[in-house]
T-cell receptor, first 115, second 111 residues
Framework: GAVVSQHPSWVICKSGTSVKIECRSL??????MFWYRQFPKQSLMLMAT?????????EQGVEKDKFLINHASLTLSTLTVTSAHPEDSSFYIC???????????FGSGTRLTVV | RKEVEQDPGPFNVPEGATVAFNCTYS??????FFWYRQDCRKEPKLLMS???SGNEDGRFTAQLNRASQYISLLIRDSKLSDSATYLC????????????FGQGTTLQVKP
């Protein structure tokens, strides 16, 4: 089945630094990937839609200059959290789908802690 | 009003019990519906898609009522391993592929 690999699984960084998270589709091509964020005891919130070869589409309230998304190939999307602050600490998850009737496969998530 | 609403629980049930979770969604044009399971500090995993005709997968039964904009999940003969958070998920209208997640309902099955 469709497998999405996400790295790193966890990262601790200092305030002001940037962190890059990678999301790869291993056995299929994903022209579209989705990036979510989940704070403790809350639901997953869609941050942006990553489109291969074009600009990402950001949800309302998500700063595109802070959360940089690059989808340069059909199998790789990256999310870079720039100038991270403690309030950016969260669980970031990517997902992709083979089609809307097939459900969505999620990466294993990245737990980001900014100190 | 949230786009997808669930009772967060927790639901504490004994092994072998039958438990039902409900979910309502606000956008009548939503097209696809799913139940996902999320274990603590892990990514969500697809449990089952939900169809208007209702569908069953072993001990799990999902129902969709489009008129009432209501989705349900029934778990029979609960196992300890069923303990998790169950997420009601709806795709955004227009088949854009964007998923809207409910807050999740936590289930704790006790021996």
């Amino acid at each position: 089945g469709a497998v999405v690999s996400q790295h790193p699984s966890w990262v601790i960084c200092k305030s002001g630094t940037s962190v890059k998270i990678e999301c790869r589709s291993l056995d299929f091509q994903a022209t579209t990937m989705f990036w979510y964020r989940q704070f403790p005891k809350q639901s997953l919130m869609l941050m942006a839609t990553s489109n291969e070869g074009s600009k990402a589409t950001y949800e309302q309230g998500v700063e595109k200059d802070k959360f940089l998304i690059n989808h340069a190939s059909l199998t790789l999307s990256t999310l870079t959290v720039t100038s991270a602050h403690p309030e950016d600490s969260s669980f970031y998850i990517c997902s992709a789908s083979l089609g809307t009737d097939y459900g969505y496969t999620f990466g294993s998530g990245t737990r980001l802690t900014v100190v | 009003r949230k786009e997808v609403e669930q009772d967060p629980g927790p639901f504490n049930v004994p092994e072998g019990a039958t438990v039902a979770f409900n979910c309502t969604y606000s956008n009548s044009a939503s097209q696809s519906f799913f139940w996902y399971r999320q274990d603590c500090r892990k990514e969500p995993k697809l449990l089952m898609s939900v169809y208007s005709s209702g569908n069953e997968d072993g001990r799990f039964t999902a129902q969709l009522n489009r008129a009432s904009q209501y989705i349900s999940l029934l778990i029979r003969d609960s196992k300890l391993s069923d303990s998790a958070t169950y997420l009601c998920v709806v795709n955004k209208a227009g088949n854009t592929g964007k998923l809207i997640f409910g807050q999740g309902t936590t289930l704790q099955v006790k021996p």
